[in-house]
Nanobody, 120 residues
Framework: HVQLVESGGGSVQAGGSLRLSCTTS??????LAWFRQAPGKEREGVAA???????NYADSAKGRFTMSKDDDKMTVYLQMNSLKPEDTAMYYC????????????????WGQGIRVTVSS
């Protein structure tokens, strides 16, 4: 039973940085991704990564966010720079076997989520 545990969220002022971490109990994923959900909005993809380190980013994340992995620590990261108030959301780590996708339907294992708040 694979588990995903997120950490690293918090509050930051606009322009600041945060690094989210997602540690998995079993490193058997094919694809890992970060999603976020703001109040009253649908869950949206932020970044995805495959076993080879190939990444895919939402337009809102390109140039500001970087997803990476540390295989030895069984952890993936989301480095978020130049944060904006509109980045405020619950951020979720997800794992799935099917595709390097921004569609939450392609992922079947989810973390509990971690809050990120960006103040102006």
């Amino acid at each position: 039973h694979v588990q995903l545990v997120e950490s690293g969220g918090g509050s930051v002022q606009a322009g600041g940085s945060l690094r989210l971490s997602c540690t998995t109990s079993e490193y058997t994923y094919y694809y890992l991704a970060w999603f976020r959900q703001a109040p009253g909005k649908e869950r949206e993809g932020v970044a995805a990564l495959d076993r080879d380190g190939t990444t895919n980013y939402a337009d809102s994340a390109k140039g500001r966010f970087t997803m990476s992995k540390d295989d030895d620590k069984m952890t993936v990261y989301l480095q978020m720079n130049s944060l904006k108030p509109e980045d405020t959301a619950m951020y979720y780590c997800a794992a799935g076997p099917l595709a390097l996708s921004m569609d939450p339907g392609w992922y079947n294992i989810w973390g509990q989520g971690i809050r990120v708040t960006v103040s102006s």
